[in-house]
């Protein structure tokens, strides 16, 4: 599985933006799917992941309430809608998948087998 993550850019606290993250290869209907975040100096963060149908989510704390993940698998691509962002959301995103034999998506970045190459997002004050 290839991944290729867009979508990121500067937006002001208090916008939106989404990110985008399209997978190569036949499989991505099988994937459970995450979004993770690193900010400089910081240790790779959870964001949200999702099941492979799509009716299952999980959020981060943080992100809980202003952000949304969701699939298309017809299109071979998972979303992350991000709402009154915050300068504390600055950082790289990253799109992950699991290994199509795990059908449960987890908050654990070590789970996951494929990565994308990652799309800025930074937030102003």
């Known amino acids: 599985v290839q991944l290729q993550a867009s979508g990121g850019g500067l937006v002001q606290a208090g916008g939106s933006l989404r990110l985008s993250c399209a997978a190569s290869g036949r499989t991505f209907s099988r994937n459970a799917m995450g979004w993770f975040r690193q900010a400089p100096g910081k240790g790779r963060e959870f964001v949200a992941s999702i099941n492979r149908s799509g009716d299952s989510t999980y959020y981060a704390d943080s992100v809980k309430g202003r952000f949304a993940i969701f699939r298309d698998n017809a299109g071979n691509t998972v979303y992350l809608q991000m709402n009154n962002l915050k300068p504390e959301d600055t950082a790289v995103y990253y799109c992950?998948?699991?290994?199509?034999?795990?059908?449960?998506?987890?908050?654990?970045?070590?789970?996951?087998?494929?990565w994308g190459q990652g799309t800025q997002v930074t937030v102003s004050s």
């Open positions: 992950a998948a699991r290994n199509l034999y795990y059908s449960v998506h987890s908050p654990r970045f070590y789970e996951y087998d494929y």
